[in-house]
């Protein structure tokens, strides 16, 4: 079983950048795809940027490309999340998902989930 918990999160101006953190339990982080994905008031959770378990790859969604870059550290069973130029549209909850055997965005194939971290973004 594998624990992650977010951290990182705050109030932001638009414009400004903000590191989210996910720091997991276990020994087998890098056995695990990681996703960062966030949930608006109001909205669905949506996906935002996976790594693999090796970090040899990555994607985003569209509104992060060019902005936002995944990382991790398996030394550390952390995956992070760098966030640029934000804006209020990125106002939400960002949490952090972790899947054995898949690599894709869908919500639903992620085994475990962290607690999820607040960013706000103010205009």
């Known amino acids: 079983q594998v624990q992650l918990v977010e951290s990182g999160g705050g109030l932001v101006q638009a414009g400004g950048s903000l590191r989210l953190s996910c720091a997991a339990s276990?020994?087998?982080?890098?056995?695990?795809?990681m996703g960062w994905f966030r949930q608006a008031p109001g909205k669905e959770r949506e996906f935002v940027a996976r790594?693999?378990?090796?970090?040899?790859?990555?994607y985003y969604a569209d509104p992060a490309k060019g902005r936002f870059t995944i990382s991790r550290d398996n030394a550390k069973s952390t995956v992070y999340l760098q966030m640029n130029s934000l804006t209020p549209d990125d106002t939400a909850v960002y949490s952090c998902?972790?899947?054995?055997?898949?690599?894709?965005?869908?919500?639903?194939?992620?085994?475990?989930w962290g607690q999820g971290t607040q960013v706000t973004v103010s205009s």
């Open positions: 276990g020994r087998t982080f890098s056995s695990y795809n």
């Open positions: 790594i693999t378990f090796s970090g040899g790859s990555k």
């Open positions: 998902a972790a899947a054995r055997n898949y690599w894709g965005g869908d919500v639903r194939l992620y085994d475990y």
